[in-house]
């Protein structure tokens, strides 16, 4: 499955002419900002991924402290600025994110406050990575230990569109609790539940549509 992945990966990066650009705007509930975000809109080699007011991340992946166990988290985030303090060329964001990592007895839970800033200056190349800094609680439940710590940590992501309602994004995250090092390698879906409720509505509005008309001919006909 590792393999597969990491072909499906590389086939995404290296096929030619997949990166295509246009003009969008960005957030439409935000109007100067939309006129900003046209000249930060990115093509990926699946759809145009689009910075968001709003990211809702399901996360998959590895956690490592004092063995390797596996991690399941989300990730809740929110746009407060269309510029970073050295670059106007990012979008920042303030993310909560938490989960639960375990394997043969041990568990660890991880809650998780970040500041994060999103970059552009890749959007040629089709990427959009984002740097984050967290601090958080780091829940501790095995053989020797039973209690909470405090942690901080460093994530660094890359962010891609595999369709205009979900995006996919790979992270690296390293931090330091309970004097030791712990590190997660992450896949995250995220779910652009904003636009995903208009594109339902559409889907149960033409499939109304073709019902009533299928109706009236069926009338017609008898």
């Known amino acids: 499955m590792q393999k597969s992945f990491l072909i499906f990966i590389l086939a995404v990066f290296l096929t030619p002419n997949v990166f295509s650009h246009s003009e969008h705007s960005e957030h439409s509930e935000h ?7 046209e000249s930060h809109k990115i093509t990926y080699g699946f759809k145009t991924y689009l910075p968001q007011t709003r990211n809702y991340n399901l996360e998959f992946g590895s956690f490592w402290e004092t ?11 929110f746009f ?5 303090l050295f670059s106007s060329d990012c979008h920042q964001y303030l993310e909560l994110t938490g989960g639960l990592g375990g394997r043969d007895g041990q568990t660890h839970g991880l809650l998780l406050l970040g500041y994060t800033e999103e970059f552009y200056f890749l959007k040629q190349k089709g990427l959009a990575p984002s740097s984050s800094l967290q601090v958080g609680a780091m829940t501790y439940s095995d053989p020797r ?7 901080v940590a460093f994530t660094q992501s890359l962010t891609m569109a595999a ?6 994004k790979l992270s690296a995250r390293v931090g330091f609790a309970d004097h030791h090092i712990w590190s997660q390698a ?17 889907k149960m509005k033409s499939f109304g549509n073709e019902a009533l008309d299928t109706g ?3 009338i017609q006909q008898k």
Request: aromatic fraction near 10%; hydrophobic fraction near 30%.
């Open 163 to 168: 369709h205009e309602n979900l995006n996919i």
């Open 186 to 202: 992450v896949l995250s879906l995220g779910l652009r539940l904003d636009s995903l409720v208009f594109y339902i509505g559409d």
């Open 216 to 218: 009236k001919t069926l």
């Open 67 to 77: 063995t390797n166990m596996y991690w399941l988290g989300g990730q809740f985030g």
């Open 80 to 84: 407060i600025n269309d510029s970073c």
């Open 31 to 37: 109007s100067e900002h939309s006129e900003h975000s």
């Open 145 to 151: 230990r039973s209690y909470t710590k405090g942690t």
